[in-house]
């Protein structure tokens, strides 16, 4: 059985077939670039694609696609299995997602393909064309009547989103509604008792849609479906898992599997199984964990011997060190209810946690403004978030990229720490959230301020950015071949004393400078003062560099000395970078040598 990879991952095997010499040629490029993939040969060609698709996690085919669908059309299992294919036309002109466009991985390979090829990615999934989220690339298993959903989503009709709880879900356009007030989630019940009704009056349980239609549930338990209605698993279970040494895998997944059915919860909302680090070479528990999809998480037992738990052991802390490992592992790790206690057999425990949802905040650098110059990383940061918020000017430069429904909270300059404190607050009410920045986020940028608010309760990504220093660098030559200092001459959150000491250790320490918010309307002097004091310590043809807007559209570079850079040339838009004793021009270009054995 093959086991297509997310979209994030390039496919671990990947088939190239190839009828003529020039996919041949294409399909040498491929392998070449990806030590994964390899060209399947055979005595035909419709044999080496048979090979490619029993053999491989994606298929790369420089056919027709008429031959490539008659081939493989008697193959065709599930898409959930079933290999991705990519299908390129002998020019190399376009790299076709033919199967397997979101559980397979196509869509993205298309684009890997067209990247090295130079060919344009053909996409044809519905989602992908209008600038949705399809529900089965969002992560987590999804359920139920998908196909119809999404149909639903995709062409404006109401659909109901009924939630246990606020999960990180990205953007989701406007016709897609959350039932009137939030469902709390209920103590577990069989699955034969349908938990709609249980509901309090006006409001949609995860067995009902508020006024029929299509019903997009968020839930970890077992609920009715309908033809109408998709099932979203957010990871949400914790098992924590004890056993006797040398215990079946059968037993434990046997166990594990009753408890959950009894309880009324769905395995595919498993987030990973806990126990104890003396359990973490267990074979029987890690295999269940493999043969689940989840990570075995352990933990040491005097970190289990700190829960609470309603069933402590003193044999169990005579064994192992604390009188609980199911229990307290299940519960470990977060805001955490227990939902099933501990259950035994003969040599397996089993106990359930339902574990809170975290809110998710992405610092994300934008680069210093040319789209090229944006990470692929940023993109789709921008594209999971359901809230983004950021300064207007940066905001208006990605608007382009956010999903339809994209909440977007732009402010404008000296509102940093309003920003700050809107996206961490947002990420604790359960969102997914993009705080951006131009540059790199970290450098004089949001993520700082973000951060002394962030807390605990929820998880942060950094996505790093080209920062305006290095946009500037390499328009300048290579100032930055030897050591370098950042620094700030903006006084509005540090006295200038501070600036002036930081400036001249850096013009003592013969350091390269690179000087952000080097001058403004309202402070026209401090950049005057900073290059005197670098004046001091290194010679008057040192080279400085200005350089004003990098990679955007007004881009200028100016290339002068220490002794006729003219300030009136720098504003705010300016990185200035004041070269060391050791920078040279050299053909126009400003280098700073590394000093290297072999070039003296």
Same mark, same amino acid.
């Given at each position: ?46 044999? =080496? ?26 193959? +065709? ?17 376009? =790299? ?13 390979? =298309? ?32 359920? *139920? ?24 879900? /990205? ?62 698993? /957010? ?56 043969? &689940? ?45 227990? +939902? ?30 040319? /789209? ?28 382009? &990229?956010?999903? /339809? ?31 951006? *920045? ?70 003592? *320490? ?91």
């Amino acid at each position: 059985m093959n086991h297509p990879p997310t979209t994030t991952d390039q496919p671990a095997r990947i088939g190239l077939v190839a009828a003529t010499a020039a996919g041949r040629r294409h399909a040498r490029t491929l392998a070449d670039a990806w030590p994964q993939a390899r060209l399947v040969t055979a005595d035909t060609v419709a044999d =080496a694609l048979r090979a490619a698709w029993a053999e491989c996690d994606a298929v790369v085919a420089f056919l027709a696609t008429g031959a490539v669908v008659r081939i493989l059309a008697p193959l +065709l299992g599930d898409k959930h299995t079933d290999p991705a294919v990519v299908v390129v036309d002998e020019a190399a002109r376009h =790299a076709v997602a033919l199967l397997g466009g979101h559980a397979g991985g196509a869509n993205d390979l =298309a684009g890997r393909v067209g990247a090295v090829l130079d060919a344009r990615p053909v996409v044809t999934t519905a989602s992908d064309a209008v600038g949705l989220p399809g529900l089965d690339t969002l992560g987590w298993p999804v359920e *139920g009547a998908v196909a119809a959903v999404g149909r639903a989503i995709l062409d404006g009709e109401r659909v109901t989103l009924v939630a246990d709880a606020a999960w990180p879900l /990205p953007a989701l356009p406007d016709n897609v509604r959350p039932a009137p007030t939030p469902v709390a989630p209920a103590d577990p019940a069989p699955p034969a008792a349908p938990p709609g009704p249980g509901a309090p009056a006006g409001q949609a349980g995860p067995g009902e849609a508020a006024g029929g239609g299509y019903r997009l549930l968020v839930t970890d338990r077992v609920v009715p479906l309908d033809d109408r209605t998709a099932v979203l698993r /957010p990871p949400s279970l914790v098992a924590g898992v004890g056993a006797s040494r040398g215990v079946p895998a059968a037993e434990v997944r046997g166990l594990l599997d009753r408890v959950l059915a009894e309880a009324g919860l769905s395995p595919a909302s498993l987030r990973h199984l806990a126990s104890a680090d003396i359990k973490a070479d267990e074979a029987g528990i890690r295999a269940t964990a493999d043969a &689940l999809g989840v990570p075995l998480v352990t933990h040491p037992a005097a970190e289990l011997a700190a829960v609470d738990v309603p069933h402590p052991s003193e044999v169990v802390r005579a064994a192992v060190g604390t009188p609980s490992v199911a229990e307290a592992a299940a519960l470990l790790g977060g805001d955490a209810a227990l +939902l099933v206690p501990k259950t035994a057999t003969a040599m397996a425990t089993v106990a359930v946690a339902r574990h809170a949802p975290r809110g998710r905040l992405a610092i994300v650098g934008l680069g210093p403004g040319a /789209p090229d110059l944006r990470t692929a990383r940023a993109v789709a940061e921008l594209r999971r978030a359901a809230v983004v918020v950021g300064l207007d000017q940066y905001v208006d430069q990605v608007r382009d &990229l956010l999903r /339809p429904g994209t909440r977007v909270l732009a402010s404008g300059l000296g509102a940093e720490e309003e920003r700050a404190r809107a996206a961490v607050a947002e990420a604790v009410a359960g969102h997914a959230v993009a705080l951006v *920045g131009s540059g790199d986020a970290g450098v004089y940028a949001m993520a700082s301020p973000a951060l002394e608010y962030a807390d605990e309760r929820i998880d942060v990504v950094g996505v790093p950015g080209v920062t305006a220093a290095l946009a500037a660098g390499a328009l300048l030559g290579a100032p930055l071949g030897h050591d370098h200092a950042y620094l700030s001459l903006s006084d509005l959150h540090t006295p200038w004393e501070v600036i002036a000491r930081r400036v001249a250790a850096a013009a003592e *320490g013969d350091f390269v400078a690179l000087l952000y918010n080097p001058r403004s309307r309202a402070r026209d002097w401090q950049l005057g003062a900073a290059l005197e004091v670098f004046a001091a310590h290194r010679p008057p043809d040192t080279p400085v560099g200005v350089v004003r807007n990098a990679s955007r559209p007004d881009e200028r570079v100016h290339l002068a000395t220490l002794a006729d850079l003219d300030p009136a040339l720098v504003d705010m838009y300016s990185v200035v970078v004041v070269g060391s004793s050791q920078t040279r021009v050299v053909a126009g270009r400003m280098v700073t040598p590394r000093g290297y054995r072999w070039r003296r």
